[in-house]
């Protein structure tokens, strides 16, 4: 879950997704510079900004990163528009980066923001669930972290509302806020499962499993086949705790022999969003 914003710059939910040229001012692109004085291609550069501030503040993604060592691969499942993919790939040279974004928009932009910054990087287009074949995705253009298999106005807007009103917010302007934010455009979009990234790009370890895809993180989890278990090192995940799915979530890890933590950051406290993080030596590294 992404801070809401409300950019003038996207489409409206009866306008199409299809991406158009990035570099088009009356695309539903905008350029965005960063802290770092990178200068990236987003949907909204508020929204850019938030993504941002959650890759490199204190919190999973960059304990993460401080674990990875230059070579080591990363799946980035829900990639968005690359900011997670770029803050590893800048802290960390000559990883092995496949990032996979479902939605053509986001995935526009996360293409060109490889290519511009990370061109060994791969941006796959998909939505990595548990079998290979065509799902419907519900986008939201002024919302886009927030968009998914299983996306649900009515529980999106009570997190959004919770996470503002934990921020400080003044309830007056909560409403005006969540108006019309996850209005969502209903896709058709090509799936994927992990064992298919690889068997494709021939990996022979996964050390960085990264899941953000609101609601089907177990369907991630569940397109690993047992033979590909062994590749994976470390995953973190949002968990959206609906029906006990942390609970089952963390079993199923644990059963793969992972050592597994969960918490929840206090802006999100109230929500049922949960950062996990699950970590095991891959072979190679208890050989060492």
Same mark, same amino acid.
């Given at each position: ?45 508020? !929204? ?47 990883? %092995? ?23 060994? /990087?791969?941006?796959?287009?998909? &939505? ?5 074949? !065509? ?10 972290? #927030? ?5 649900? *106005?009515? &529980? ?9 009103? #934990?921020?400080?917010?003044? !309830?007056?302007?909560?409403? !005006? ?21 690889? %068997? ?6 996964? #050390? ?16 690993? @086949? ?11 995940? @949002?968990?959206?705790?609906? @029906?006990? %799915? ?15 933590? /969960?918490? *929840?950051?206090? *802006?999100? /406290?109230?929500?049922?969003?949960? @950062?996990?993080?699950?970590? %095991? *030596? ?7």
């Amino acid at each position: 879950m992404t801070e809401p914003t409300r950019p003038p710059n996207t489409p409206s939910p009866s306008d199409s997704p299809s991406p158009s040229d990035p570099s088009d001012p009356d695309g539903p692109y905008s350029p965005y510079e960063l802290s770092n004085g990178r200068r990236i291609t987003c949907v909204s550069a508020a !929204e850019a900004k938030v993504l941002w501030a959650e890759a490199t503040g204190p919190g999973l993604y960059r304990s993460a990163a401080d674990a990875l060592r230059p070579g080591d691969t990363v799946l980035d499942i829900g990639a968005n528009i690359g900011i997670v993919s770029l803050m590893f790939g800048w802290r960390v040279p000559d990883l %092995r980066i496949i990032s996979v974004e479902p939605a053509p928009t986001t995935y526009a932009c996360l293409e060109i923001n490889l290519r511009s910054h990370l061109p060994e /990087a791969v941006a796959v287009r998909g &939505a990595v669930s548990d079998s290979t074949g !065509e799902s419907t995705f519900t986008y939201y253009p002024k919302s886009t972290g #927030n968009s998914g298999l299983f996306a649900d *106005q009515q &529980a999106d807007d009570a997190n959004t509302r919770i996470f503002l009103r #934990n921020s400080g917010i003044p !309830e007056d302007y909560i409403g !005006e806020i969540v108006k019309d934010l996850h209005r969502g455009i209903r896709l058709t979009v090509p799936t994927l499962t992990v064992s298919d990234l690889v %068997r494709h790009h021939g990996l022979r370890e996964i #050390n960085l499993l990264k899941i953000d895809v609101e609601r089907a993180e177990h369907l991630v989890l569940a397109g690993i @086949e047992d033979e590909h278990w062994p590749l994976i090192g470390h995953v973190i995940a @949002e968990v959206h705790d609906e @029906e006990g %799915r942390l609970k089952s979530i963390t079993g199923l890890l644990e059963r793969h022999g992972y050592t597994v933590s /969960a918490a *929840q950051q206090p *802006q999100l /406290a109230g929500t049922d969003l949960y @950062e996990l993080d699950a970590t %095991r *030596q891959l072979p190679a590294e208890r050989g060492a």
